[in-house]
């Protein structure tokens, strides 16, 4: 079945960078629209970015757009999640999700969202 398996969070300085990744398996991952979500403690999933199967078109919250740079190697099955510029407001638990083929625009289902990567951003 769907596995997915983030790494790369940890703790940064407002302002710093980190790179997420995501390794898939069991499922034929250049076929399917991917995303990052994330959620704080305490708070509800927040979509973060979409890149569509072929990696050509993505898709950002405005919350992060400008700073964030989605992006897949189809190759290795590997999706990643660039972040520069971090807020604290960016603190959250970073989630790789295999977006669902009904409709692409739908928090995808949390049966197809990985284990998670928690991201710190704290002076």
């Known amino acids: 079945e769907v596995q997915l398996v983030e790494s790369g969070g940890g703790l940064v300085q407002p302002g710093g960078s980190l790179r997420l990744s995501c390794a898939a398996s069991g499922f034929t991952f250049g076929s399917f629209y991917m995303s990052w979500v994330r959620q704080a403690p305490g708070k509800g999933p927040e979509w973060v970015s979409r890149?569509?199967?072929?990696?050509?078109?993505?898709y950002y919250a405005d919350s992060v757009k400008g700073r964030f740079t989605i992006s897949r190697d189809n190759a290795k099955n590997k999706l990643y999640l660039q972040m520069n510029s971090l807020k604290p407001e960016d603190t959250a638990v970073y989630y790789c999700?295999?977006?669902?083929?009904?409709?692409?625009?739908?928090?995808?289902?949390?049966?197809?969202w990985g284990q998670g990567t928690q991201v710190t951003v704290s002076s």
């Open positions: 890149i569509n199967s072929g990696g050509s078109n993505t």
């Open positions: 999700a295999r977006v669902g083929l009904l409709n692409i625009l739908a928090m995808p289902d949390r049966r197809n």
